[in-house]
């Protein structure tokens, strides 16, 4: 029934040869950036680059000096690690704070909102809650953008895209940098609501 | 060739480390590439495969492309734990070692995007050529193994796989696929998807594949000058052309699937004439399904299905009965049809931040389950059977964070068949994330598979019915730890124990020599997961994984048959030239399985080689495929209806495939 016995053995050299791949160290820089565990890790640095590509409205900040607030509603879906990281950072001059979006936050404190999947349920609600406010709305959510949330991060593909509702932003003041427009899909409000 | 690979991943690896090492300080173009993975199957609304209560594998397009899948019984032999037997008709899958011959993958519920395949006679769902859809649209595969993940799909026994397709966004206008392989096979494939201003996404695409399949095939069962010395000459070809569309506009989703396969079967099964080209089977699949997804007030959230489903399976036999003095060419045809409407309708409620609850009642009413078997010349009727009957079900789940990295999952389920009545499944799972790598899920369900039409009816001469079948059950208690080492290198472990009761089992009657379907059987499956994945930016993976599984028969001393003690799965993608050149090499192993004779297949490994090419701007794409690269003789075990007792697979061959855009 088998082939001669140089087949078999060079299917066991195959796997033998996988084998030591997988088990093999990879050098200490070769980070990997995939699978799912990169989902929000990749998703708080979205958030990053949002804060460094957009201009908030004037007067959105009391002073020079106050931090650019980052408020997560409901579930926090990323780690204690990279929160921390960011936290390190500055963007245009801001130091950068994390912490939770309360459902009584309306306004001023959060420059801006991360809704993750798991609220979707209250992303209308709180989208209403923050109509006025100086915050940049961003959501992981389908049609979130269309129902005028300003950013939405999509999945496509197994990639990370995004969504800009450009007259949510703008109508808020927001000055959204051609970088962030040029890699977005561009996403009108949905008129049918 | 093999030896060149893992330098190739040395190159690779040298040239795709990043320079940074840290994910905050990417660009948003580097964050863009990378890949990202979901579940949507387990638990019915898309979660991290970490929080999904299931033990979960997701193979998605850029696997099927790189190592060269061309059914979705490819993808499925790659998954840990799984493997796929072929009677040169139907592929059939086993899951943790559970694969008895002849069941039509009638213990596993196939869904494209949540709408399920399997029919209404026999359960059945095609992996093989007879699959609806196209591989090139699937855009992922969800598996999710176990009872556990029965809650939102009726009689999912052992595990669910998902399909999901892709849609107008994943094409630019029309693309184009054509494929030449051995055995003189074809295929061809028109596509087109488009986004529109007003909202409206459009995907439609047509597929034909024809295969002459192998001029000869040698069956030694059938090794005799009357019967061309066990040669069946031009008996192997396999034909199938098939339909989808899908559009979606605001809350709506219509899907439209259809395919229909006519295969030749050479191993002159259920005793028709060997060596002799008519005798087939055509199956035809389709359904129309319209999805309505609402928000409502209060944090409420709607979702329904509602859908209309035909399937028909039409066999034709020809028979030689010239050795009891009759004629020597009788067409003998075998039918089942079936037709069904059905609604799903799911209610969810988040609360704030720490619990959702969702609530789902389900309808299916099988207005046509017709079957028959007869003679065409002299025409002879020997069973008719026509049926309607309706399944109703409910469910509700929870799912309660208790707090940060711990998640109480609980669900209960009621069905109700009119062929047997009801029947109540509760499950529950508790994950646990104590630190920031690893996940433990503590895992319980119960399941059931209720019997099928055919199994309860089916009355033709050489078998017999028996309508007062009770469904089989089986409950799982299942141990799953998934660890990241240092975000490239996944592990996940996973410890299983599946008591199978009133196993719906075919036997033959000692007194009437008929065939017939028996609440008979205790099967205790016993068994452990372990599987390793490492994928590195640039586009270098790989992954390895062996599963063994202890199914003992507690009802008999017969052992189980098709069912190995030991299955391993290997597989390797190196980029070979800037993630625009792929070799990738898969290979299973599986080792022996008893027959219905008794006898042992032996052990095989099988390897794979794909090499792919995609062009720059992504425009064209060319790939040229080996299967079974070292010609490796192996044989699958027959089922019922088979003289043979074991059918021997097909040796080496090739596939190449070009894919062009026009953009």
């Given amino acids: 029934m088998n082939g001669p016995w140089h087949k078999r053995a060079s299917s066991c050299i195959a796997f033998l040869m996988m084998v030591l791949w997988v088990f093999s160290s990879a050098p200490p820089r070769a980070l990997a950036l995939n699978g799912e565990d990169v989902e929000y890790p990749a998703k708080l640095a979205f958030l990053y680059n949002f804060a460094k590509f957009i201009e908030w409205p004037p007067g959105s900040y009391r002073s020079p000096n106050s931090p650019l607030v980052i408020c997560i509603a409901g579930h926090d ?48 609600n709180i989208l209403r809650g923050l109509k006025g406010s100086n915050t ?31 007259l949510a932003a703008e109508r808020a003041g927001f000055k959204i940098s051609s970088k962030l427009f040029n890699l977005a899909k561009i996403v009108l409000d949905d008129e049918r609501r | 060739m093999l030896l060149l690979l893992p330098l190739w991943a040395t190159q690779a690896l040298a040239q795709e480390t990043p320079s940074s090492e840290s994910l905050t300080d990417m660009s948003i173009e580097e964050l863009m590439s990378l890949r990202i993975e979901s579940v949507y199957g387990a638990s019915g609304f898309k979660q991290k495969v970490t929080e999904a209560p299931a033990a979960v594998t997701i193979i998605t397009s850029d696997d099927i492309q790189r190592y060269g899948y061309r059914t979705l019984a490819d993808i499925l032999r790659n998954v840990p734990g799984f493997y796929v037997t072929y009677d040169r008709n139907y592929s059939y899958l086993g899951v943790r070692g559970f694969g008895l011959p002849g069941q039509y993958n009638n213990n596993i519920a196939l869904l494209i995007d949540g709408h ?11 992996i093989g050529t007879g699959f609806p859809l196209d591989i090139d649209l699937i855009d992922r595969v969800e598996v999710i193994r176990g009872p556990n993940s029965s809650l939102y799909v009726a009689s999912a026994f052992l595990g669910v796989i998902n399909v999901i397709s892709k849609r107008g966004r994943d094409l630019s206008k029309v693309a184009v696929a054509g494929e030449v392989a051995s055995y003189r096979t074809y295929k061809g494939r028109v596509s087109y998807g488009n986004t529109f201003k007003n909202g409206l996404e459009l995907l439609l695409s047509g597929t034909f594949y024809d295969s002459q399949g192998q001029d000869q095939l040698f069956f030694k069962e059938f090794d005799s000058p009357a019967t061309n010395h066990g040669i069946a000459m031009n008996a192997d070809s396999d034909d199938f052309h098939q339909f989808f569309a899908n559009a979606s506009w605001g809350g709506f989703t219509l899907r439209g699937v259809f395919g229909s396969r006519d295969k030749t079967i050479p191993t002159a099964s259920f005793g028709s004439a060997f060596n002799v080209a008519g005798t087939r089977t055509i199956d035809g699949r389709g359904f129309i399904d319209l999805m309505y997804e609402r928000q409502l007030a209060h944090g409420w959230n709607l979702s329904s299905r509602t859908s209309y489903d035909q399937f028909n399976n039409d066999g034709t036999y020809e028979y030689d009965y010239s050795a009891a003095g009759g004629p020597s060419r009788v067409i003998n045809k075998n039918f089942a049809h079936g037709k069904w409407v059905g609604e799903d309708l799911t209610v969810s409620k988040q609360m704030f931040g720490n619990q959702r609850f969702s609530i789902g009642a389900e309808f299916r009413l099988n207005f046509q389950q017709d079957q028959g078997n007869y003679d065409i010349e002299p025409f002879v009727q020997y069973f008719s059977d026509s049926r309607v009957s309706t399944v109703a079900a409910f469910y509700a789940q929870d799912e309660i964070r208790l ?23 509760p499950r529950a799972a508790l994950l646990y994330n104590p630190w920031e790598n690893t996940t433990f899920k503590f895992l319980y ?38 660890q990241y080492f240092s975000r490239h290198f996944l592990l996940a472990v996973s410890g299983f124990y599946y008591p199978i009761r009133g196993l719906i089992n075919q036997q033959v009657d000692s007194r009437s020599g008929d065939a017939v379907f028996l609440n008979a059987g205790s099967l205790d499956l016993r068994g452990l997961d372990f599987s390793v994945s490492r994928s590195l930016p640039g586009g270098l993976e790989g992954g390895l994984s062996y599963s063994f599984q202890d199914l003992t028969n507690t009802s008999s001393r017969v052992a189980v048959t098709n069912a190995p003690r030991h299955l391993a799965q290997a597989s390797l993608s190196v980029p070979v030239v800037q993630r625009k050149i792929f070799a990738s090499v898969d290979l299973q192993y599986v080792s022996k399985r008893a027959t219905l004779a008794g006898v042992n297949t032996r052990a095989y490994i099988v390897p794979n080689f794909t090499l792919l090419r995609r062009s720059v701007s992504d425009k064209w794409e060319l790939s040229a495929s080996l299967y079974n690269a070292f010609n490796q003789r192996y044989a699958d075990p027959a089922g019922y209806g088979l ?21």
């Avoid at chain 1, 709305?137 to 197994?158: D, H, K, S, Y």
């Fill in chain 1, 136 to 166: 940049l709305t961003v959501g992981e959510i389908e049609g979130f953008a269309a129902r005028g949330g300003m950013i939405n991060l999509t999945v496509e593909g197994n990639r990370l895209h995004f969504e800009i509702n450009r």
């Fill in chain 2, 116 to 126: 399920r395949l399997n029919d209404n006679i026999f359960d059945a769902a095609l």
């Fill in chain 2, 445 to 482: 369900g119960q399941s059931f598979r209720a019997p099928n039409l055919f199994e309860l009816y089916y009355d033709a001469p050489g078998n017999q019915a028996n309508p007062s079948l009770r469904p089989e059950t089986v409950k799982t208690v299942e141990l799953v730890w998934e």
């Fill in chain 1, 77 to 124: 879906p990323f780690s204690a690690g990279t929160e921390n990281e960011l936290r390190t950072r500055t963007a245009l001059g801001h130091a950068i704070e994390i912490r939770v979006f309360l459902a009584t936050d309306t306004s001023s404190i959060c420059s801006m909102v991360f809704i993750p999947v798991t609220e979707r349920d209250q992303a209308d």
């Fill in chain 2, 403 to 425: 707090r940060k990295g711990l998640i109480l999952n609980i669900g209960l389920r009621y069905d109700r068949y009119s062929t047997f009545g009801g029947t109540t499944n």
């Fill in chain 2, 643 to 663: 003289a043979e007792n074991t059918i021997v697979q097909d040796g080496r061959t090739f596939r190449i495939k070009v894919g062009y855009k026009f953009h």
